[in-house]
């Protein structure tokens, strides 16, 4: 089974950065896809980028071109540098991983507030 901590969340002001990391750990076999959905209050869980081991990308429409997902194999670790934030962009934000082909994992969440 792998686990998942994430960290970085916080409160940031309108325009800012913030890059949120996930690590995984545990005695699950191999790690494909990883990537962060978030929930805004009163909304359902939504895509926000995966990346595929090999590093193919795919981001929500909402953030291309202020978010970058990346990650570091070696470390079992993905990250999200998120710029340009927007009072919108204020949620829970879920870290995931598929692994050993058809299992998924979820971490416990991390709050993002963006406001002034």
């Known amino acids: 089974q792998v686990q998942l901590v994430e960290s970085g969340g916080g409160l940031v002001q309108p325009g800012g950065s913030l890059r949120l990391s996930c690590a995984a750990s545990?005695?699950?076999?191999?790690?494909?896809?990883m990537g962060w959905y978030r929930r805004a209050p009163g909304k359902q869980r939504e895509l926000v980028a995966t990346?595929?081991?090999?590093?193919?990308?795919n981001y929500a429409d909402s953030v291309k071109g202020r978010f970058t997902i990346s990650r570091d194999n070696a470390k079992n670790t993905v990250y999200l540098q998120m710029n340009s934030l927007k009072p919108e962009d204020t949620a829970v934000y879920y870290c995931?991983?598929?692994?050993?082909?058809?299992?998924?994992?979820w971490g416990q969440g991390t709050q993002v507030t963006v406001s002034s």
């Open positions: 990346i595929t081991r090999g590093g193919r990308t």
């Open positions: 545990g005695s699950g076999g191999s790690i494909s896809d």
């Open positions: 995931m991983c598929n692994y050993d082909g058809f299992m998924t994992s």
